[in-house]
Structures are given as C-alpha cells and as structure tokens.
C-alpha cells in the first residue's frame, strides 16, 4: 500500500535538507517518534502540526497535503521569516512559530520567481562558510558591475 502524500512529502522535504528524524524533532519541539509515526503514514497531524511542519520546512500546508504541486512559500517576508527562525533554531535559541496576522492590512510583499525560490533553497544549503562569502561579494559589487555580471 502506497503511502499518503503527506508522509512523502514529508520525507521529501526532510531529506532534501539533508536532516535526519532526530534533527527535525529537536528544532520543531516534535517527538521522534511522532515524526516517524507521521513520515510512515501511520498517523496523521492535527491542523496545528502541519502549519509547524510547513513552516519548519518553508513550504505550503497545501504542498505536504498534495493540494498543490509548488512546495515553496512564495512571498519574501514569509521565506525571510522561515530562515530567520531556522538560523535562530541552530543557533540553540528557542524561539517559537509566530502565527500569521490575516487581519493585517499591509500591502502584500511582492512575489518570488521560481529562480528566486531555487536560489533560497541553494542559499539555505551552503555552508556557513560560503554564505559569508557570498554576502561579502554581494555587498561590494556596484549596480554596474551587477548588470555586466548578468549581461544586462
């Protein structure tokens, strides 16, 4: 019997970070097992679970419940938070998952492209190391030279 789309998706999503159970478990707060019951399609989360699982993993609830194919969160103060709270999270801080205000009136940030969102998850997976690398170069090269990097 196949497992539920939730289950592969969570496990899609887990190992393309490259965490293991254990490593989930400690930074959302969830037991291992839990996790494992959730990954083998054994049991299946509550509401407030499958937010804390897509938010953790900076993914849609649609995404991990297969209503939809684009896993990425696609506005950039939802994707700016997620990566805050991971690096807060690695750093040993305890921080807990803010919930959205729907009722907020600000204006809508704007949209990520998919090359964005491909960029945040290479981001997300380089080392230390070479993040600060790339912060260095990005913050000393000129508009200029910016626009004959890309050909523009």
């Keep these: 019997m196949d497992k539920p789309i939730f289950a592969k998706r969570l496990v899609e999503r887990r190992n393309l970070k490259s965490f293991t159970q254990q490593k989930v478990a400690d930074l959302t707060g969830l037991s291992r097992a839990r996790l494992n019951n959730y ?5 299946e989360p ?3 679970t499958t937010i804390k699982l897509a ?6 609830t649609d995404y991990l ?13 939802s994707g700016v938070r997620n990566m805050e709270y991971k690096r807060q999270r ?3 801080n305890n921080v807990p998952f803010e919930k959205s ?8 940030p704007p949209q990520l492209s998919s090359d964005e969102l491909e960029l945040i998850e290479k981001y997300r997976r380089m080392k230390d190391e070479d993040k600060d690398t790339l912060h260095k ?3 000393h090269i000129s508009p200029d030279e910016q626009a004959a990097v890309v050909g523009k």
């Design 55 to 60: 938010d953790f993993f900076g993914c849609t």
């Design 90 to 92: 690695e750093l040993g």
């Design 101 to 108: 205000d729907a009722t907020s009136h600000k204006p809508a």
């Design 46 to 48: 509550d509401i407030d």
């Design 137 to 139: 170069v990005a913050n």
């Design 65 to 77: 419940l297969g209503k939809v194919d684009q896993p990425y969160i696609t506005t950039m103060e």
């Design 39 to 43: 990954e083998q399609g054994i049991r």
